[in-house]
């Protein structure tokens, strides 16, 4: 009848395990495959537009959403963070052990079972799930930041490659002028007409035409490896697509509100705002572990033939020193937390300040050649054009002002792409787009990978 009695009670027991261990997940291998990203990669195309359309900043940001690979990175981070944040409100795992004895009495067995349960209750926990939350925050801006790395990165491709198509157009007709302005002068000093240094000024000239076409096609093939970057495309998606030139940088604009905004609502401030409360966190379970971690221990045992059940209360003691110690460390680790935060807001500060007068040195150097250079090089042009018509003047001579006019052209072309990098380098010192479309795909990836956490 004991017999009996053990069997059904091993039986349940047994049963009991079996239905515990069919709800346990199981490993599902995911081996790396080194060869499969740079394959997916190279089949990548820009299909969200036909070829022959005109991409905006906002169409080239939604699509580097959903390839480029360090937001892709983040997004990934920002989950695992959520994931873990979950996983911390588990309760920990009790201890179960069980135990058996043996003996030469007529009811030989004692059978006991004994648990040790740690009560996860008071500060720390709370400070635990605080931290984890954070956790999850900081990952969330971390993301922000990638997105936002992602949009000047393409702003600033954009930029090179719309400025390194233009200076080509204008470089290639440079040197087609300088290169028939050498021919006939090298034909005049054949003729005895003219002195040979004037030739070999002109050859010099010629030379820095050449080097300015193939640093216009040098620059315009590193746009395009960068904006392929920044898309997550092979380079040869991109370079046939057609850009949009960027908006130049607004003029007067009062930036004081924007400055101070910065230095509150950066992502890069609000990662440091949150280590902070991380290290605010930790000191609080610090201070928390100075009293002892309580642990309760129910039991049962069957104690040949007579039924009991045991109970015992643990504390885990704090070190010796009531943990004053690892008390100074999270302090100190606070205060650490608190020069970063300030040293990340100078730096925001700064990084407006210095790109404001950029911008502004940009501005003046870009009204200078415009109002002051071009058209001088413009009314001498004309002017030796008149006189070519009239007779007074020769094609030497008006080539070298028609080549003139394309320096001051391709100088101005230059001055207004500095002054587009400057205006993209304010942005990104503010943290704030000027196109409004550009804003709102930010706010939305941001707010999505949010919510859906």
Known sequence: MIFAARFAVATRAMIGVSLLLTGCAHYVAAPVRLESYPAALQTRRLDEKPNDAVWTGA????????????VAEAAARCRTAVAAARATRVAPGMTLTLTAEYSR??????????????????????????AADLAAVQALHDYGEA??????????????????????????RLEAVRQVRAERLDRRVAAGEDDRPAVLAARAEL???????????ARRAQADAALAQALGVPIEAVAGLRLAPPSS?????????????????????????????????????????QYPEIHIGPGYSWDHGA????????????????NRAAIAQA????????????????????????????????????????????PIAQRLAAAMARSLAAGAA????????????????????????AAIIAGVDLEDALRTASDPAETLILQTAIRALGDGQ
Not at 105 to 130: C, F, Q, T, V
């Open 331 to 374: 302090e100190a680790k606070r205060l650490d937390a608190g020069r970063t935060l300030e040293a990340v807001q100078a730096a925001a500060l700064g990084g407006v300040d210095q790109a404001r007068a950029a911008l502004s040195a940009a501005r003046a150097t870009e009204v200078l050649i415009r109002d002051r250079d071009l």
């Open 249 to 289: 940088p607004s003029e007067g604009r009062d930036l004081t509100d924007a400055r101070r905004t910065a230095a509150l609502t950066r992502r890069d401030v609000l990662r440091a705002v949150v280590d902070y409360d991380l290290a605010e966190s930790a000191l609080k379970l610090e201070i928390a572990r």
């Open 394 to 417: 020769d094609r030497v001579e008006d080539l070298g002002t028609q080549a003139a006019l394309l320096d001051a052209e391709l100088s101005l072309l230059d001055a207004r792409r």
């Open 105 to 130: 009495d007529p009811k030989p067995w004692l059978y006991g079972a004994g648990g040790d349960i740690p009560l996860d209750i008071g500060g720390r926990r709370g400070e635990r799930l605080n």
């Open 207 to 217: 030379a820095l035409a050449h080097r300015r076409v193939a640093d216009a096609v």
């Open 59 to 70: 169409d080239l940001l939604a699509a580097s959403l959903t390839r480029n690979a360090a």
């Open 307 to 322: 039924t009991k059940l045991p109970f015992n209360l643990g504390l885990v003691l704090p070190p010796a020193d009531l």
């Open 147 to 172: 997105v936002w790395a992602v949009r000047s990165a393409l702003t600033r491709a954009r930029a090179d490659r719309v400025s390194a198509d233009d200076e080509l157009r204008l470089a290639r």
